[in-house]
């Protein structure tokens, strides 16, 4: 089954304690992104990557860190989480070819920093 | 920069009517993609649909479909013969087709309920 692979689901932790959220998708595909979702401002970009160790920031980027060392993982590091970090978190793989576009959403993040 | 404005943080509609949600979105580019999400409580985004802006027909899957309106960059959702399991967040989000923008810009959602 195609799918996008977000872990934890939920995370509760304390200002400042490093953490990573993983993500995996098994779809082979090139595009891969980090949202955070925020009541009234929809989903915005964290970062997003084009391949193997090609990563670019989003809108969002401060605070957090984006590796691509394998094409299925893109995992989101909180180096030292604060308060304004709590949100919802989704990671995305895409593909967009021969006019057809998708992206695939993982089950989501719920992160609080206390 | 793109941007996308749902104007309805709320809705709501009679079980089995017709609902339809408006997007609004800004931009300079000529060809690009447009999609409608719904997010019920459990999270999950699901695309309920995507409009290529180079089609001038109107994209349509089952019960829903869009009014794509290019010259005035308005794309809405009309969701006909409501259901109960209709009941979600729906975003209305952008995405360029050039080369190496990956980025999905999304609006700020439309609760949609649906009164039994």
């Known amino acids: 089954e195609a799918q996008v692979t977000q872990n934890p689901r939920y995370l509760i932790t304390v200002t400042g304690k490093k953490l990573t959220v993983t993500c995996s998708q098994n779809?082979?595909?090139?595009?891969m992104s980090w949202y955070r979702q925020d009541p009234g401002l929809g989903l915005r970009q964290i970062y997003y990557s084009m391949n193997v160790e090609v990563t670019d920031k989003g809108d969002v980027p401060e605070g957090y860190k984006v590796s691509r060392k394998e094409k299925r993982n893109f995992p989101l590091i909180l180096e030292s989480p604060s308060p304004n970090q709590t949100s919802l978190y989704f990671c995305?793989?895409?593909?967009?070819?021969?006019?057809?576009?998708?992206?695939?959403f993982g089950q989501g993040t719920r992160l609080t920093v206390v | 920069a793109q941007t996308v404005t749902q104007s309805q943080p709320e809705m709501s509609v009679q079980e089995a009517e017709t609902v339809t949600l408006s997007c609004t979105y800004d931009t300079s580019e000529s060809d690009y993609y447009l999609f409608w999400y719904k997010q019920p409580p459990s999270r999950q985004m699901i695309l309920v649909i995507r409009?290529?802006?180079?089609?001038?027909q109107n994209a349509t899957e089952n019960r829903f479909s869009v009014n794509f309106q290019k010259a005035a960059k308005s794309f809405s959702l009309k969701i006909s013969d409501s259901q109960l399991g209709d009941a979600a967040m729906y975003f209305c989000?952008?995405?360029?087709?050039?080369?190496?923008?990956?980025?999905?810009?999304f609006g700020t959602g439309t609760r949609l309920t649906i009164i039994p």
């Open positions: 779809m082979n595909h090139e595009y």
């Open positions: 989000a952008y995405r360029s087709k050039s080369f190496g923008n990956e980025k999905l810009t």
């Open positions: 409009q290529e802006a180079y089609k001038q």
């Open positions: 995305a793989s895409s593909f967009y070819t021969g006019g057809r576009a998708e992206a695939f």
